[in-house]
């Protein structure tokens, strides 16, 4: 029986506390709208001459009952003079914001002040039509367009012919493609050109060697490096190996301490080194050969590539366990003699 008046008496409590609880957000609220009412009723008179505008804004504050909250480094260039009397507040506010970028909020008592974002203006855009071909007038596809300082592009089709937009204040199209050099035509004035790409000649001569053929350096999927004679001969060196030394990444010299000859380490030293060697084969004019580099007069060199990756053991098998250093020497010219010299 106590049991039971026990549980009565603690719901018949907790409904107590519910209704005081009701009551206190009831009255909050209450008083929330009426001092909303009191504000919007009440008239405010303000004088100001060259106030600060962040200053203006705290006197409205004060004489109006609004909380003001705005950014202080936007409102500190401005200043207000204006004579407000006997003025709803928000006609007030409106008159020392009057001819000023800034906009405003109000939530019950609290008011929200902040400069108006310019308007970004508009920027014209224009059609470039052409076409892109070779030095032969043969259409290139996939070549890239796209004006300079311009957020647009576009690629030829498979005649050539492409459609590019361009920013009005644009007056330079680039134009640029695999193999070629990248050209740059005025297009001030025009709506349609014609472009001409010639061969990059540099770019087209990056070759490599791997022995048995040779391809370009875009084609090559192989880890591999490359160094050419005007490379090699840049300083001063009595064999091959002081030439290559610090010249390719991945390629050390091991320097024997008793009569400081080096040799080439291309993929470090290995559980079967003592049995199969730690030195990379070396190939001279396609030809696998026992030579050492020092044996190779550097002069006499036009190229060396370096074959890092599997793709050597995949051209030698086993002979290129430690890599392959390919040696392309010199060779005659249909153009006649020619004599070089090292000073």
Same mark, same amino acid.
């Given at each position: 029986? !106590? !049991?039971?008046?026990? %549980?009565?008496?603690? !719901? ?12 206190l957000l009831l009255m909050f609220v209450t008083a929330l709208y009426g001092r909303a009412q009191n504000t919007d009723s009440k008239l405010i008179s303000l004088e100001l001459k060259e106030a600060p505008l962040g200053e203006a804004l705290k006197q409205f504050s004060n004489v109006s009952g609004y909380k003001v909250n705005f950014p202080s480094e936007d409102v500190g260039a401005y200043r207000v003079s204006v004579s407000i009397h006997q003025l709803a507040p928000l006609a007030a506010l409106q008159k020392i914001l009057e ?17 108006? !974002? ?31 300082? +311009?957020?647009?592009?576009? %690629? +030829? ?24 050099? &990248? ?31 040779? %391809? ?16 090699? &001969?840049?300083?001063?060196? &009595?064999?091959?190996?002081?030439? $290559? ?9 091991? %320097? ?9 380490? $291309? ?46 053991? +995949? ?13 392309? &020497? ?14």
């Amino acid at each position: 029986m !106590k !049991k039971q008046n026990y %549980i009565v008496l603690q !719901k018949a409590m907790r409904k107590v506390v519910w209704m005081k609880v009701a009551f206190l957000l009831l009255m909050f609220v209450t008083a929330l709208y009426g001092r909303a009412q009191n504000t919007d009723s009440k008239l405010i008179s303000l004088e100001l001459k060259e106030a600060p505008l962040g200053e203006a804004l705290k006197q409205f504050s004060n004489v109006s009952g609004y909380k003001v909250n705005f950014p202080s480094e936007d409102v500190g260039a401005y200043r207000v003079s204006v004579s407000i009397h006997q003025l709803a507040p928000l006609a007030a506010l409106q008159k020392i914001l009057e001819g000023k970028p800034f906009e405003y909020e109000v939530k019950q008592h609290f008011i929200t002040v902040r400069k108006v !974002k310019p308007a970004s203006p508009t920027r014209k855009v224009r059609n470039i039509e052409g076409r892109v071909v070779d030095e032969k007038g043969d259409p290139l596809p996939g070549a890239n367009i796209r004006g300079i300082d +311009s957020p647009f592009g576009a %690629i +030829s089709d498979i005649k050539g012919n492409f459609t590019c937009k361009v920013m009005e204040e644009t007056h330079t199209l680039e134009v640029s493609f695999v193999g070629m050099q &990248t050209e740059k035509v005025s297009i001030k004035g025009r709506t349609h050109v014609n472009v001409i790409m010639h061969e990059d000649k540099q770019q087209l001569g990056d070759v490599v060697v791997t022995g048995y053929q040779r %391809i370009s350096r875009e084609r090559s999927t192989a880890s591999f490096g490359f160094i050419d004679s005007e490379q090699l &001969t840049r300083q001063m060196h &009595t064999d091959l190996t002081s030439s $290559l030394e610090g010249q390719i990444a991945g390629l050390r010299m091991d %320097i024997n301490p008793n009569n400081g000859d080096m040799s080439p380490i $291309l993929r470090g030293i290995g559980t079967f080194s003592k049995e199969v060697g730690s030195h990379p084969l070396i190939v001279v004019d396609d030809m696998p050969t026992d030579l050492t580099l020092s044996e190779i007069n550097p002069y006499n060199v036009e190229s060396i590539t370096v074959l890092k990756d599997a793709a050597a053991a +995949s051209i030698y098998g086993a002979l290129a366990a430690n890599g392959i250093i390919v040696v392309v &020497t010199k060779q005659a010219r249909e153009e006649g003699g020619a004599c070089e010299y090292q000073c």
